[in-house]
């Protein structure tokens, strides 16, 4: 899946009610893409499929806790500062594996600020920013607990638990910073089979070394156990219900919870929405001509602008996709300088993780201008870096966070791979070139690395239905590259529950990304249970 690592903007300590700050992009679903994006979506099926949806549901948990597990259920926080501010951290425990609680423990790191009003509060809201691998206490720290508008915060107890094998709960590891360098800078557009051998190997050293430094995690970071962990919270809260808001991979756990434990749902949105019922192949395809929508909409825009490096006013957006296919060509053929300490040139797969970083925010569209002008006509390739970097979540000292192992990890437990061998890529290229001239290639080849994980897929395509569950409301942007319109409708047609909240525009999630119409309708939703009216649209 993908992610729009662009850098964030800076968010102050106290915003004014009145001037809220424009969300961050979250971290959303992590498309497989030409810089080894790690896997396809949660959620996916088979390698060897391609078609259409699942036909079976999801299937409840019995309403009773089991007698197993009750200490969890029972346990109390010990709350402490976070060194942040207003923010409290606490560890909270759950079973490695809930077949055998008895196996051991996974710990994992809870954060809240509380409510700050003086109305009736209305309990706990958890947030999930997505990924999968994204940390949901540096979101909560960082935007959803100063950011969210105030009468929210007045009234909710905003609350965070980074998922097993993400940040702060017993992180994912595989490869070491330099080992990351390497990874990440891999050609996954192979031209001959020496490049293609090249690339396979990559996708086994990474897999291996998470199989090294994470044997025993790996068998149990799945999305379903993430939301069976999040149960755990919401007792150990004292809710009597989940309230809950998750992004883009987000709303697959947020789904995925309501399928488990639908008299449990408070009041849920589910913001740049995943369709549980795709195959991995058919989900990858999908995402692929999703980014190809939203580059379209960036040429459209690009030409209209004075600093364009990629044609003219009149251009038409194909010509401006040949232009930069030309440009990552010549990449390939000879990196560019980039001023980097470590001595990184920028290649095709560094240059083209850039652009797709930039393809989330219509708002990242001048930055990634300005990138593009400098390498195509300096041949400086600093500025394409600096994208490709917070993509990867990369700092200055070469040190990267646990977001691209964890979101391999969860990606490839959840669902088998897109491909299972090199042949049954170089079959599906022609499709998924023609799903984007400028991506598809690489987003093919990049489906491919589920196929060496060390661990058995848990996972298959499923609908997901939640009978019995409160009103849902299901967010999708017409335009959005990571998780196409179309996957939200279905989410929502799946769901017994579900409403439908559209966004027409451009950008990956709505929600507090400036549409007043978008973020009334769903804080109206979240402070009074109301949800938008059918069909509702938003600009």
Known sequence: ???????????????HPQSRPRRPRTVGALLVTAALLLS?????GSASSGGGPADAALAALPQSTPSTLAPYYAQRLSWRSCGVPGFQCATMKAPLDYAHPGDGDVRLAVA??????KGKPLGSLLVNPG????????????????????????????????????ARSEPVECLGGRQMDTYTQTDTTPDDQRETD?????????AEGCGAHSAKLLRHVSTVEAARDMDILRAVLGDRKLTYVGASYGTFLGATYAGLFPDRVGRLVLDGAMDPSLDARRMNLDQTAGFETAFQSFAKDCVQQPDCPLGRKGTAPARVGANLSAFFKKLDAHPIATGDPDGRKLGEALATTGVIAAMYDEGSWAQLREALTSAMKERDGAGLLVLSDSYYERDADGRYSNLMFANA?????????????????????????????????GLAWASLNCAYWPVRPTGAPHRIEAKGAAPIVVVGTTRDPATPYHWAQ???????SGRLLTYEGDGHTAYGRGSDCIDS????FLLRGTPPTKGKRCT
């Open 1 to 15: 899946m993908h992610i729009r690592r662009t850098p964030r903007p800076h968010l102050g300590p106290q915003p």
């Open 521 to 524: 309708a769903i804080d109206t």
């Open 490 to 496: 279905s989410l929502s047609h799946q769901l017994a």
């Open 198 to 206: 090249e690339l396979v190997d990559a996708y086994k050293k990474f």
């Open 131 to 166: 990924g999968p691998g994204g940390s949901a206490v540096g979101y909560l720290e960082q935007y959803a607990g100063i950011g969210y508008p105030a009468e929210v915060r007045a009234r909710y107890d905003m609350v965070a638990v980074d998922p097993r094998g993400v």
């Open 112 to 117: 809240r600020k509380k409510a700050t009003g």
């Open 409 to 441: 990890a969860v990606n490839c437990l959840d669902l088998p791979s897109g491909f299972s061998s090199t042949e049954q890529v170089e079959k599906a290229l022609p499709s998924f070139e023609k799903a984007s001239p400028v991506f598809g290639e």
């Open 40 to 44: 396809a979506c949660s959620a996916s």
